[in-house]
């Protein structure tokens, strides 16, 4: 059992304890208030890393990241959290643009976490961050590492996936989707690769397939509905394409996310001048 374990059981016996003494005691009153107010205050104190990540996430469950990314960081300053509590919230600001604490975070997890599972955890987080920075291989590499010890997880089937079709490798990036769709095949994330690699490397009706697939998961960030927008509009399907790309503008993006809301502007408004140019085309065609 951990330090941090021993001791949060220790201060709830401790404090309850103290309760019981206040409840139970043949204590005068205004004693056994400042009991039960010494007991809330031992109990914030010691729990206080607890109690603000409950708070953190229940800000995020509401949209309100900015509060809730305080919260987390002042979590992890009380360093009162267990490792796998302080890798998730490290995962939610690195979502949120703070690459810099995200990294000092997972490194220390990754270097002085007791449990294995948490070590792992924190590598596969880490190799978004190695990516983020521009360390592409590095990040594979990590990830590659994760998989051959054995550690399976949607995320780094996902992750991985991804970052191997961006490297070229398409031998590699075949035999790791398809691995990756054995594995979940109802993963979203895992269903837009699959759809990438078709679109890439296979035939359009096996995209035109895969997308269609990725469309029926219900996947709630922007990059799918990108893919298959591309997708649609290199089969000719224009016109669904637009749609497509105007619902991911107004899908929510983070600092993981693999197109950004200009990429998806630049697009959708060449695909319109091209509209444009091609009924100016046919109508001079027309005229003549």
Not at 33 to 48: E, G, N, Q, V
Not at 86 to 95: D, E, K, Q, S, V
Not at 248 to 275: C, G, R, Y
Request: hydrophobic share 45%; aromatic share 10%.
């Amino acid at each position: 059992m951990s330090q941090l374990k021993v001791q949060t059981i220790t201060a709830i016996f401790g404090i309850i304890l103290i309760v019981l003494a206040a409840t139970f005691a043949p204590i005068l009153i205004p004693f056994r208030i400042a009991l039960i107010l010494l007991a809330l205050l031992l109990s914030f104190f010691l729990l206080r890393g607890q109690w603000y990540f409950v708070r953190a996430l229940q800000n995020y469950r509401k949209n309100e990241r900015s509060v809730g990314a305080q919260l987390f960081r002042k979590a992890i300053k009380t360093k009162r959290l267990f490792p796998s509590q302080r890798a998730g919230a490290a995962w939610a600001l690195l979502r949120g643009g703070d690459i810099e604490t995200a990294e000092t975070v997972l490194t220390d997890i990754a270097h002085n976490a007791s449990e294995l599972s948490s070590k792992r955890l924190a590598q596969s987080h880490l190799a978004l961050v190695y990516w983020k920075r521009g360390q592409a291989r590095r990040a594979i590499q990590v990830l590659e590492d994760l998989l051959a010890e054995g550690y399976r997880t949607t995320n780094l089937y996902a992750n991985l996936g991804y970052l191997l079709l961006e490297s070229g490798n398409q031998e590699r990036a075949l035999s790791l989707n398809q691995e990756a769709r054995e594995y979940n095949e109802d993963s979203s994330v895992i269903l837009d690769n699959w759809a990438t690699y078709c679109y890439r490397y296979g035939s359009l009706e096996e995209a035109l397939k895969a997308s269609e697939e990725l469309m029926k998961s219900a996947p709630s960030f922007p990059d799918a509905y990108f893919t298959r927008a591309v997708i649609l509009h290199a089969s000719g399907n224009t016109a669904e394409a637009k749609v497509l790309l105007q619902k991911a503008q107004e899908m929510e993006f983070n600092f993981l996310s693999t197109v950004s809301p200009d990429e998806i502007h630049d697009l959708l408004q060449k695909w319109t001048n091209e509209n444009l140019k091609a009924s100016e085309e046919n109508a001079l065609t027309m005229s003549l």
